[in-house]
């Protein structure tokens, strides 16, 4: 199976699937984007293996492309791991403190957001599209960690996975428009005249609302694939049939107190 691991210690797993042509439609991990369920169950429970977990430790949320965040318990293990209609609904973030829970995030050039916070042991995932970002999904989420959850902004880490790269992520002004209202991301979008289109770059807006809700430069880190120009990524824009990338992070165990 192909897939990238972005940390793997004895405390804590996250990555990303890839697409990988040797596998069931290309590794799809996505039931609301697939030919055949059972093609996405065989892959899911391929990665729990890898990953030395159950399908049924999977919580994966029918994502709606808000701002929602769910703060996930024990209660919803395997919440949208075999059947979509069990999935938590109308969300884009999932966080959780407890361990041996694999939070799931699904996406085809939006950006995905794994996160850990190494003093209280707080982990999540996001679906950050265009749409997510603008309506600050990210700052929105870590604002409600470090002021109702009191997780320290000093003590997050930041993963960016891979997503649809500035040059490839071309909109028209209506898009262009909202992002400009975000006040922080002029320096993202560039403007070709040939075309009259904008290109605008999600990761980095994604890693200036980070920045916004405090959390320091050295601790956030971008994946610099391209899911529209490489072989491994599934790309929406490029194929609107296409399958979705897995987004995870899982904890082992309980994080120390200290």
């Known amino acids: 199976m192909n897939s990238k691991l972005y940390v793997k210690n004895d405390k804590l797993i996250a990555g990303m699937t890839l697409r990988d042509h040797t596998m069931l439609e290309n590794n799809n991990m996505a039931l609301h984007a697939c030919k055949n369920d059972e093609h996405v169950l065989k892959n899911r429970k391929m990665l729990a293996t890898l990953l030395n977990c159950e399908l049924e430790d999977f919580v994966c949320a029918q994502q709606t492309h808000s701002a929602n965040f769910h703060r996930v318990t024990l209660n919803d293990r395997g919440r949208g791991a075999k059947r979509m209609d069990s999935a938590i609904q109308d969300t884009d973030a999932l966080y959780t403190y407890e361990p041996n829970l694999l939070l799931c995030s699904f996406a085809a050039d939006c950006v995905p957001v794994i996160f ?58 209506d898009v262009f428009m909202k992002y400009k209202a975000l006040g922080y991301a002029d320096d993202y979008i560039d403007y070709n005249e040939q075309t009259n289109k904008y290109h605008i ?58």
């Open 116 to 173: 850990y916070n190494e003093v209280n042991g707080v982990i999540g995932v996001i679906h950050s599209g265009w749409q997510g970002t603008v309506k600050e999904i990210s700052l929105r989420l870590f604002n409600h960690l470090i002021q109702v959850e009191q997780c320290p902004s000093s003590r997050f880490h930041v993963q960016i996975g891979a997503a649809l790269s500035q040059e490839k992520f071309e909109v028209d002004e």
């Open 201 to 258: 770059d999600n990761q980095q807006t994604v890693k200036k609302q980070c920045l916004l809700a405090g959390i320091p430069e050295g601790q956030i880190s971008i994946d610099p694939m391209c899911t529209f120009k490489s072989h491994e990524g599934f790309s929406y824009r490029q194929d609107k049939q296409c399958g979705r990338h897995l987004a995870f992070v899982m904890k082992k165990d309980l994080f120390s107190q200290t």
